[in-house]
């Protein structure tokens, strides 16, 4: 990986993060989807997916603290919500282009916590499908009580793994001296 790339990539995020107009963030929207014109639909897909609840609920929070302040939320909304997406859309699209591994290879440290980043992700997905399976093969039709007692143990299990994870995370970090 060369460095003008890592260059390029971290100045153009700066660049996004930086810029408070929406307007100008309309001029970008477009370059964007132009420069990724064939993978236009699928990055769309993913990215739309990845930010809707949690814009969803920035937005509500919003709308309701702005109406008790009588204050418009509209240009606020609008500008917020489209810069998560083009920041969101330029991320997923540099790294679709660009090995996530070999982006983080000139920091030790870097590559040490993308790995276990990764191999925590890789864990949960696995651990998501096999209850997903499992859902599925023992469920002969779906009743709307066995879903949400079934989502609620899921939830209570990940939150004991994430907690569990963490801790022994911590730990291994500290022990190689990320803490020091």
Same mark, same amino acid.
């Given at each position: 990986?060369?460095?003008?790339?890592?260059?390029l990539?971290?100045?153009?995020l700066? /660049? #996004?993060?930086?810029?408070?107009? @929406?307007? =100008?963030?309309? &001029? *970008?929207?477009?370059?964007?989807?132009?420069?990724s !014109?064939r993978?236009?639909?699928?990055?769309?897909i993913?990215?739309?997916?990845?930010?809707?609840f949690?814009?969803?609920?920035?937005?509500?929070?919003?709308?309701?603290?702005? /109406? #008790?302040?009588?204050?418009?939320? @509209?240009? =606020?909304l609008? &500008? *917020?919500?489209?810069?998560?997406y083009i920041?969101? !859309?330029?991320?997923?699209?540099?790294f679709?282009?660009?090995n996530?591994?070999?982006?983080f290879?000139?920091?030790?440290?870097?590559?040490?916590?993308?790995?276990?980043?990764?191999?925590?992700?890789?864990?949960?997905?696995?651990? =998501?499908?096999?209850?997903?399976?499992?859902?599925k093969?023992?469920?002969?039709?779906?009743?709307?009580?066995?879903?949400?007692?079934?989502?609620?143990?899921?939830?209570e299990?990940?939150?004991?793994?994430?907690?569990g994870?963490?801790?022994?995370?911590?730990?291994a970090?500290?022990?190689r001296?990320?803490?020091?």
């Amino acid at each position: 990986m060369n460095n003008l790339l890592r260059a390029l990539f971290i100045s153009t995020l700066f /660049l #996004l993060l930086w810029i408070k107009q @929406s307007s =100008f963030l309309l &001029y *970008i929207l477009p370059i964007l989807w132009l420069v990724s !014109y064939r993978e236009f639909i699928r990055l769309n897909i993913r990215v739309l997916k990845s930010i809707f609840f949690f814009n969803l609920g920035v937005s509500l929070g919003y709308v309701v603290v702005s /109406l #008790l302040k009588g204050v418009s939320p @509209s240009e =606020f909304l609008v &500008y *917020i919500n489209l810069k998560v997406y083009i920041l969101t !859309y330029f991320v997923f699209f540099f790294f679709s282009k660009v090995n996530v591994v070999e982006f983080f290879s000139f920091s030790k440290e870097l590559s040490y916590l993308l790995m276990i980043s990764l191999s925590q992700i890789i864990s949960y997905k696995k651990s =998501f499908e096999d209850f997903r399976l499992a859902y599925k093969a023992r469920v002969i039709k779906k009743l709307r009580q066995r879903e949400m007692n079934f989502v609620a143990l899921m939830f209570e299990f990940f939150m004991k793994k994430a907690l569990g994870d963490s801790k022994e995370r911590t730990i291994a970090m500290r022990a190689r001296g990320f803490f020091d």
